[in-house]
Nanobody, 124 residues
Framework: QVQLVESGGGLVQAGGSLRLSCAAS????????MGWFRQGPGKQREFVAA????????NYADSVKGRFTISRDNPKNTVYLQMNSLKPEDTAVYYC?????????????????WGQGTQVTVSS
């Protein structure tokens, strides 16, 4: 069973950058698609980005396209979310999740394993 631990969150000014990491335990990580989701204050959790098991396919929410980049390093069992040009509306708890069939999807229901989340706060 894969376990996920996010890190890299923090407080940053608008226009700044952060890189989130999600470390996974277990050799099965490299066969899973991975996704990032976020839940802002008073909002429902929403899709941010996803990457296929190989890294060849990615998908992004419209709100982050051109600013965020998802990537993965399978030998290190880690997936990253590089966030640039951050805006106050990006403030949220960010979660990584694993989809066990390896397919990129925006659907939260398709993700089987979730991390505990890391807080990102963007000040104006």
């Amino acid at each position: 069973q894969v376990q996920l631990v996010e890190s890299g969150g923090g407080l940053v000014q608008a226009g700044g950058s952060l890189r989130l990491s999600c470390a996974a335990s277990g050799r099965a990580f490299r066969s899973h698609a991975m996704g990032w989701f976020r839940q802002g204050p008073g909002k429902q959790r929403e899709f941010v980005a996803a990457i296929s098991w190989s890294g060849a396919n990615t998908n992004y929410a419209d709100s982050v396209k051109g600013r965020f980049t998802i990537s993965r390093d399978n030998p290190k069992n880690t997936v990253y979310l590089q966030m640039n040009s951050l805006k106050p509306e990006d403030t949220a708890v960010y979660y990584c999740a694993a989809e066990l069939t390896g397919r990129v999807t925006e659907l939260q229901s398709k993700y089987d394993i979730w991390g505990q989340g890391t807080q990102v706060t963007v000040s104006s």
